[in-house]
């Protein structure tokens, strides 16, 4: 008896050991898709943000087929461009006020089959207060408590035909 509760108390250790030390962020991700280019195209996507907070975007070329010459993306609101234009492909951090955003991408397919893919993704990362990792902690630990102790526990517990009273 006495070496599985020495083992649980180990294991409730490692348990926590394991646990990331930095805090976590409530990361969002807005898009993350391949877009499919027929000769000349363009694709949107509109998307709203609550709280301020910067926007990763990463627009990638994928070699299959033909390549898509003339790749831009810009960033627009109702006001106006939001950021930098990428030109070619490219990763870039925007910041961003809560609001509704439109991204939009647009290329060229050149090549003997007239098709081209473009990979797009669009991560979100919110300023402001991290997610509490603390009482994510607690909450597994205290559960793994439980379901070391509940041998224990269970049969002190009154069954459903012991009448009480």
Known sequence: MKFRQIMSA???L??????????AYADMVVFDSMSLFQGQQAFTKT??????GTLNVT???IPWLDSVAN????????TGTVGPTQNGGGSELISLAPGT?????FGNAQGPYDLGVVGVNIDFHPNGTPVGIPA???????????LFAWP????ALPSSSTRVG
């Open 101 to 105: 955003y439109t991204a939009s991408w």
């Open 10 to 12: 180990v294991g409730l």
């Open 14 to 23: 490692f348990a926590a050991w394991m646990v990331p030390g930095k805090a």
């Open 136 to 146: 994510s902690v607690l909450l597994m630990l205290s559960g793994l408590g439980l």
């Open 59 to 61: 627009v990638s070329d």
């Open 47 to 52: 998307f709203s943000v609550a709280t301020p």
């Open 71 to 78: 790749l831009s993306f810009f960033l627009s609101s109702p």
């Open 152 to 155: 224990r526990i269970a049969p």
